[in-house]
């Protein structure tokens, strides 16, 4: 296992284009699975989701997106005449969409 862990902590360094934040959460990911196992590493995915469930950018949540109301605008992109409002976490005052048909 120690051989395994140098290998990956040279690999996660010669990537360049890697987030500051992404390199700390393999490092953290890498450190609990080698000192617990599967259980660090649930673990250590619990915090992460647990602090990126609590982050805001620009005053709105990160996951917000994910929250069973707005679902329809996030992962699985429904058809326009179905989604009649804005999402409520960044629709404010201007709720309801302009819906442009072709006719």
Known sequence: SVIIFAITAVAILLTINVNEFATLYRFFLLFLGSIIG???IAAGTIL???QLFSK????IPILSSF?????????IRF????????????AKTNKKRK???EE
């Open 38 to 40: 599967i259980i660090g």
């Open 48 to 50: 992460m989701l647990t």
């Open 67 to 75: 929250s069973k109301e707005e679902f329809k605008d996030s992962a």
């Open 56 to 59: 805001t950018s620009f005053g």
């Open 99 to 101: 819906i442009y048909r």
């Open 79 to 90: 058809p326009l005449e179905e989604m009649e409002y804005r999402p409520a976490s960044i």
